[in-house]
């Protein structure tokens, strides 16, 4: 593993007097090292996560640093560490963010990731982070044999999916792509998992290669192109696509649409970073306004759209929770990307109305609830075209296996719970 010294100049005193202020990890030119830290609490369930691993990363989680946290949650991450062993750059430009993550492994279904951009002025940043199920990355250690994991982003008007070629060079991407309804599946079948990439070359229309590790998905943001498209990837060599392909993990991109009034949606993948990260700027008008249902189900914790500044940061979008969006004026065309979830979270219904979501990018008849439903029970689902005003059409329990209806991982609903039948526990099962 290459190490650099850090020769420290008159040019940076304000960093190297840092120094003199802060003890250092225990490194073979420690003295030599400037400190910007990266610190904070860590929750998991309300209470500090004990013993978990912390990461922060540039562009890749293969070449990071970590530490854990202790008995009170807290960590600590010196961002120059991340020049010393591994290279990569320490700018404080606005453009440059890096990723500070509690990762999931093998031993640890919850997780965090916060996408941070360092000050000069402070010195440090305080990120404090409480864990969720199925989010933040899955550890490089943890990657299934075979597969290749892939990173997406939105840049402008395209869809970027990347990877670390120096661990899996030459890799094969694979793509599935849907109407936007929820036609996610981990089976393969040639005419769905489409392989576009292979061998360094494209084997697909509408893809570019960006050399080494990204190809360019063209015109499939904001709103645009295809309304679900999924990615995974394989190693070179392996052909065995009905064994490997469903093992892998995938990213992807989901178009909504949302019109002026009331948006009842899901998003059925894992994000990464803050609201804004999440949402971005994509053609929203001030006044724009998301809900999301109090955990005790008293009211709404809401985030705001300002022009200019974007989002205030004041909720968490999960795949497991259901959210409207409001807006006055006309139809807001929007790509949200992610992981797709790799495993479902354990839903608790309590009596009265619950804004729940099925958790998946795929489509489920209303047998997902399992054998504990009550006489009482419906499913509300907003109609915006209902006559005379926009409300909710409900799919009474009597009519669970009866309804043609499907439940969309793009959906948000109330599930309404008879208050006398107690809570009605249910997980949706991997697609």
């Known amino acids: 593993m290459s190490k650099r010294l850090f020769l420290v100049l008159i040019g940076i005193g304000l960093i190297s007097a840092s120094v003199a202020l802060a003890q250092p990890s225990a490194t073979p030119e420690a003295p030599f ?200 990837g394989l190693q070179a060599g392996i052909t065995d696509y009905a064994t490997n392909i469903p093992s892998a993990e995938a990213v992807g991109k989901v178009n909504f649409t949302f019109g002026g009034g009331n948006t009842f949606f899901s998003v059925p993948l894992v994000l990464s970073g803050t609201i804004n990260d999440i949402m971005g700027s994509q053609n929203y008008t001030a006044g724009s306004r998301l809900f999301k249902q109090a955990p005790d189900r008293s009211g709404f914790n809401t985030a705001d759209y300002f022009s200019g500044t974007g989002w205030t940061d004041t909720i968490v979008i999960t795949p497991d929770k259901g959210y409207y969006f409001y807006n ?36 489920y008849d209303f047998s997902i609830f399992g054998a504990g439903t009550a006489a009482g029970d419906r499913v509300l689902i907003y109609n915006r075209n209902a006559i005379p005003v926009s409300g909710f059409d409900a799919v009474n329990q009597s009519e669970f296996g009866l309804t043609q209806v499907r439940l969309s991982g793009m959906g948000g609903y109330y599930y309404y719970r008879d208050p006398s039948a107690g809570t009605l526990t249910w997980s949706p099962p991997l697609p």
């Open 33 to 232: 090292l400037p400190y910007y830290w990266i610190r904070g609490t860590v929750t998991d369930g309300g209470s500090p996560a004990v013993n978990r691993i912390i990461v922060l990363y540039r562009d890749d989680l293969n070449t990071r640093i970590q530490t854990l946290t202790d008995n009170a949650g807290w960590y600590e991450l010196n961002a120059y560490e991340l020049y010393y062993y591994h290279g990569v750059p320490i700018t404080f430009e606005a453009a440059v963010a890096y990723r500070v993550a509690a990762p999931r492994d093998s031993t640890h279904s919850t997780g965090s990731e916060e996408v941070i951009n360092l000050n000069n002025g402070q010195g440090y940043t305080e990120v404090n982070m409480a864990l969720v199920e199925g989010g933040g990355p899955l550890l490089i250690t943890e990657v299934i044999s075979g597969t290749v994991p892939l990173n997406i982003l939105r840049n402008g008007n395209n869809i970027e999916v990347s990877w670390n070629n120096t661990l899996y060079p030459n890799p094969q991407i694979f793509m599935l792509t849907g109407s936007g309804s929820g036609e996610f599946t981990n089976s393969y079948s040639a005419t769905k998992w489409v392989r576009i990439f292979s061998g360094g070359l494209v084997e697909a229309s509408g893809i570019s290669f960006t050399p080494p590790d990204t190809l360019v998905h063209q015109n499939q943001a904001n709103g645009a192109g295809s309304g679900e498209v999924y990615y995974k």
């Open 328 to 363: 006055i004026g006309s139809q807001i065309p929007v790509t949200l990307v992610g992981r797709v979830p790799g495993a479902g979270v354990s839903e608790s219904m309590g009596g009265g109305n619950n804004l729940f979501a099925v958790q998946f990018p795929k489509q």
